[in-house]
C-alpha cells in the first residue's frame, strides 16, 4: 500500500487528516484543493473510516469526475465502478433512476438539454396561442430554470404584476406537458431530487447513514437548490447526519448568472459550525510571473475573503502580450506561437486556448483548420448536439420512450415522408384535446394523415421489435439505417462529415457499453435486471423494502436508457477527436479547475474580456475580473495574453479598446511582443505612415488617397484632415473615416497616445 500521505505539505496534510466533522478548505488557484480532496477520500478508506460506499464526491464536471476516480484507482486497490463520484446532475440522475417511482416518473424517463427545453416551450407556447412577443421563450425558459433553482413549484410562485400571473400558469403548463412526455430538465433532475428526499423520510434516512461523508469540489459555485441538497444529504438538521468537506476559492466564483450562491461559503460555515477552516496558500501549479499577475488583478476586487498565493517555483518567464491588427491577424499569430511551443517540445494537448464568449472560435478555429493544426474544442457545439447525431438519438428515444413529443416531432417528418405541417397539426389538437403525447394520439387521426402518421408509427415499433435481443453498438446501427438517416445523406452534396458522424455513434455505444459494465451483448432495452443487486436492501417503517441505488448504472437502467442519459448529460464535456494530440479551445468558464504548460488567453479587449453586459450588472465587473483570475492562473509554464485593433463578431465589425485588464497587472510581468505598430485597416496592410501625405502621393497608394478624398463627403459630419480633441486621449487628427452617417467610424492620429478608431456616434469629440 502506498504512502498516500507523503507530498503533501503540512496545511494540505492537516486537510486531508481531519476529523469526522465539516471543514472548509478555502484556498486559492493551483493550491491543490482538488488533490486533497481526492487524496481525502483515498485515506478515508485506506484507514477504514468509510466503505467506498459511505462517499459521495460532486465535481464540476463530468470529466473531473472521471479524473477523480482515476486518480482513486491508482492510489487504491479498489473497484472504483459504482462510487457515488459525479455531477450534481450525474448524481441527482442516478438517485431517480433507482427511485423513479418514488419520484413519480416512467422509468424510462429521458432528460432534455436546453436545446430540447426551449423547443418544447416553444411548441407550448404556439399550441396555446401565447403571443411569443409579449413572453419570449427564452424568458420563460430563464423564468423557469430560476424558479426551480430556488426550490420553487409554480403553486408556491406570488405574482406581482398580470405578466408574472401568466407566467407562472405558463410554468404549471410546462410542467404538466413534461410529465406527459416523461422527461425532464436540468434543473428538475435536481428539484425532483430534492423533493424526492425532502418528502420521503426513510429514503432520506437511509442516504444519510449511508453517506457518512460528503466532498464537494468548486463549491463556490453551489446554486441554493445545490446546497439545500447537500444539506438534506448530509442531515443537517437530523440526529447523527454526514460530514461535509467542502473545497473552494472565492475568488474563482464565476457562475452567479446562473445562479450560484458564493455567499453558500459562509452559510455553510455558519450553519454547519465548521470548526475546521483551512487555508492553503502555497501554489504548485504556475511560476512567479503568472502568479504576480493572478495576485495583482484580483487585488483590485473588494469583496473577498482574502488569500494570497506564492509559490517556490521561482518567476519564470514573462506574460507575452501581443496587440494584433485584427482578429485574422491574432489568430495567425496564435498558431506560429502554438508551433513554435510543439517544436519546444509542449505536447498540443498542454495548450489551451481560451476566449470569453464562444463566438470568438470561429476565426482561431478556421485559421487552425487551414493550417492543419489538430484541435479540440470543448462546450462548443458538442457531438451530440450536432443536427445529424440529434436526429439518430431521437430515433432511440422514441424507442425507449415513444412519448418524448421532442423526439417525435424531430423525425416524424426526418427524412421527409409525406407528412406535412398540417397533418402535425391535427396530431397536436388531438393529442392535447385528449392530454395525450403525440405518438399516442395517432390512432385518433383518419384519411391519409392518418395513414401517414400510422406508417411512422410502425416503423419505430418495428425497428423496436426487430431490435430487442440486440446489444447496444448493434441497435444503432439497424436504428441508422432504418430510419433512412444514412441514406438521406448519402444522398446529401455535403453528407459526407454527418455519416462519419453517425458511424461514430456505434463505436461510441461500443465504447459506452464497455465503460459501464454493462455485459458485452447485453440486449440494449432488456429492462434492469431484478434490483437490489450490489445494492443493499432496505426496509421501510411499514416493513416495505426500497432499493438502494448503490448498484452500478448498469443495475439500474437497461443500456439504451443509460446511454441517451449520457447523450444528454455528457454537456461541457469535449467532442470527441479520441486519441489525436491537439490543441484545447474552450471559454474560460469552461476551464475552470483545469491547467496547462501553455495558455493563450485571446480577445482581451473592452466590451469583449470585460464582456460589455457585465457594465448593466451589478459586481458584473467583479465577476468578469474573477474570470480572468481563473484564466491566468490555468497556465503552469507560459502564458499569452492578445488583443487585436478590429474585429468582426456577430457580424459586425467592431473597434474596441484593449482591456483594462492590463492596467491592473504588474508591468515587470508582461513582456509585450508587438512593437505597438498601429495599423490601418486598409486591405489589412501594416503601415506605419497611412497619415504621411508621402504615402498618398506614391502610385500604389492611388486608391488609398482616392478612398480617403471620397470619404469626406460622407455625411457624418467630420472631415479627414480635420484637428480634434478628446477628453482622454488629446488632440489627434481624423485620418480616414468610414462608414456612412449614424454608423460612422474615424480613425485618428492622437500623436503620442497612438492611432485609435472612434466610433463617431459614441466618441465625444470636439473641433479644434
Ligand atoms: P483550482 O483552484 O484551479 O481548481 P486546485 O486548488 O484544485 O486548483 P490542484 O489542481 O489540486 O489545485 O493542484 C494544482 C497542481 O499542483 C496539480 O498539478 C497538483 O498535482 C499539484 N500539487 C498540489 N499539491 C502539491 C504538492 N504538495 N506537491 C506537488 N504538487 C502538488
Ligand atoms: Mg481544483
Redesign the pocket.
Known amino acids: 500500500m502506498q504512502n498516500l500521505l507523503h507530498?503533501?505539505?503540512p496545511e494540505?496534510l492537516a486537510a486531508v487528516t481531519l476529523p469526522s466533522q465539516s471543514a472548509l478548505i478555502l484556498?486559492?488557484?493551483?493550491?491543490?484543493?482538488?488533490?486533497?480532496l481526492t487524496t481525502r477520500i483515498a485515506w478515508l478508506i485506506q484507514t477504514g473510516q468509510v466503505s467506498p460506499a459511505g462517499i459521495m464526491a460532486v465535481t464540476f464536471t463530468n470529466k473531473a469526475a472521471k479524473e477523480m476516480l482515476t486518480r482513486l484507482s491508482s492510489m487504491l486497490p479498489i473497484n472504483t465502478r459504482g462510487m457515488w463520484i459525479g455531477t450534481f446532475h450525474g448524481l441527482c440522475n442516478r438517485l431517480l433512476r433507482t427511485h423513479y417511482k418514488d419520484a413519480a416518473l416512467p422509468q424510462a424517463f429521458q432528460i432534455l438539454d436546453s436545446q430540447d427545453q426551449l423547443s418544447l416551450i416553444k411548441r407550448m407556447l404556439k399550441a396555446h396561442n401565447v403571443d411569443d412577443e409579449k413572453y419570449p421563450a427564452k424568458a420563460l425558459m430563464y423564468f423557469i430554470n430560476n424558479a426551480k433553482e430556488q426550490g420553487l413549484r409554480a403553486n408556491r410562485l406570488e405574482p406581482n404584476d398580470p405578466i408574472e400571473r401568466r407566467m407562472i400558469e405558463l410554468y404549471e403548463l410546462y410542467e404538466g406537458q413534461c410529465q406527459r412526455e416523461g422527461v425532464v430538465d436540468f434543473a428538475e433532475l435536481l428539484l425532483r431530487s430534492y423533493e424526492l428526499l425532502a418528502r420521503n423520510g426513510p429514503l432520506r434516512h437511509h442516504y444519510q447513514m449511508r453517506f457518512r461523508h460528503i466532498l464537494v469540489?468548486?463549491f463556490q459555485d453551489t446554486n441554493d437548490l445545490q446546497y439545500n441538497l447537500l444539506k438534506l444529504l448530509a442531515g443537517h438538521d437530523e440526529e447523527g447526519g454526514g460530514a461535509i468537506f467542502a473545497?473552494g476559492?472565492d475568488d474563482?466564483s464565476i457562475y452567479a448568472f446562473r445562479g450560484a450562491n458564493v455567499g453558500n461559503m459562509q452559510a455553510f460555515e455558519r450553519e454547519f459550525r465548521v470548526k475546521n477552516l483551512i487555508k492553503?496558500e502555497?501554489?504548485?501549479?504556475s511560476y512567479g510571473h503568472i502568479l504576480d499577475s493572478a495576485n495583482y488583478l484580483i487585488a483590485n476586487n473588494t469583496k473577498r475573503l482574502g488569500k494570497n498565493l506564492r509559490t517556490d517555483a521561482g518567476q519564470g518567464e514573462q506574460v507575452r502580450v501581443y496587440e494584433a491588427s485584427s482578429d485574422l491577424e491574432e489568430a495567425q499569430w496564435i498558431i506560429e506561437e502554438a508551433k513554435s511551443l510543439t517544436n519546444e517540445g509542449v505536447p498540443r494537448s498542454e495548450i489551451a486556448i481560451l476566449y470569453r464568449s464562444n463566438a470568438q472560435s470561429r476565426v482561431i478555429e478556421h485559421a487552425l483548420f487551414a493550417a492543419g493544426l489538430p484541435y479540440t474544442v470543448y462546450g462548443g457545439l458538442r457531438y451530440f448536439q450536432r443536427a445529424e447525431v440529434k436526429h439518430a438519438i431521437a430515433y432511440l428515444q422514441l424507442m425507449d420512450n415513444p412519448h418524448n413529443d421532442s423526439a417525435f416531432l424531430r423525425v416524424v417528418n426526418f427524412p421527409t415522408r409525406g407528412i406535412g405541417a398540417r397533418s402535425i397539426e391535427q396530431l397536436q389538437m388531438a393529442a392535447d384535446s385528449y392530454g395525450i403525447s403525440l405518438y399516442a394520439a395517432v390512432p385518433y387521426m383518419t384519411g391519409k394523415a392518418g395513414s401517414s402518421l400510422g406508417n411512422f408509427v410502425k416503423l419505430v415499433e418495428s425497428a423496436r421489435f426487430e431490435t430487442q435481443q440486440l446489444p447496444l453498438p448493434e441497435l444503432v446501427r439497424v436504428v441508422l439505417e432504418r430510419s433512412g438517416l444514412l441514406l438521406h445523406y448519402q444522398n446529401e452534396k455535403e453528407g459526407a462529415d454527418r455519416i462519419e458522424n453517425l458511424e461514430q455513434m456505434v463505436n461510441a455505444a461500443t465504447q459506452f457499453v464497455q465503460e459501464e459494465g454493462f455485459g458485452q451483448g447485453a440486449p440494449a432495452h432488456l429492462g434492469p435486471p431484478a434490483l437490489p443487486q450490489a445494492g443493499e436492501a432496505i426496509v421501510n417503517q411499514d416493513g416495505i423494502e426500497i432499493l438502494d441505488a448503490d448498484a452500478p448504472l448498469a443495475n439500474v437502467m437497461s443500456p439504451l436508457s443509460a446511454f441517451l442519459t449520457h447523450a444528454s448529460l455528457e454537456a461541457g464535456d469535449a467532442q470527441a477527436q479520441a486519441g489525436q494530440d491537439a490543441l484545447q479551445l474552450m471559454t474560460v468558464h469552461s476551464a475552470?479547475?483545469?491547467?496547462f504548460d501553455a495558455v493563450f488567453i485571446t480577445g482581451l479587449e473592452e466590451g469583449l474580456f470585460p464582456h460589455e453586459s457585465s457594465a448593466r450588472e451589478l459586481d458584473g465587473v467583479d465577476e468578469e475580473r474573477r474570470l480572468m483570475y481563473?484564466a491566468i492562473?490555468?497556465a503552469r509554464k507560459r502564458l499569452y495574453m492578445s488583443f487585436t485593433q478590429q474585429r468582426m463578431l456577430h457580424g459586425q465589425t467592431r473597434f474596441n479598446m484593449k482591456s483594462r485588464f492590463f492596467d491592473e497587472l504588474p508591468e515587470e510581468s508582461l513582456k509585450w511582443l508587438s512593437p505597438r505598430v498601429q495599423t490601418n485597416w486598409f486591405a489589412g496592410r501594416k503601415q506605419t505612415t497611412a497619415w504621411d501625405d508621402a504615402a498618398f502621393r506614391d502610385g500604389s497608394d492611388n486608391k488609398i488617397a482616392q478612398q480617403i478624398t471620397q470619404k469626406s463627403g460622407n455625411g457624418s459630419g467630420w472631415r479627414v484632415g480635420e484637428t480634434v480633441a478628446h477628453a482622454k486621449f488629446g488632440e489627434g487628427v481624423i485620418v480616414n473615416i468610414e462608414g456612412g452617417a449614424g454608423a460612422a467610424r474615424a480613425q485618428i492620429n492622437f500623436g503620442s497616445a497612438g492611432m485609435k478608431v472612434l466610433d463617431l456616434s459614441i466618441a465625444k469629440l470636439e473641433r479644434v
Do not use: I, M
Not at 488557484?29 to 486533497?36: C, D, E, F, H
Open positions: 507530498n503533501l505539505n494540505q484556498a486559492g488557484a493551483g493550491s491543490g484543493k482538488t488533490r486533497v469540489d468548486e473545497v476559492d474563482q492553503l502555497q501554489n504548485y501549479r475552470k479547475g483545469l491547467e481563473v492562473t490555468r
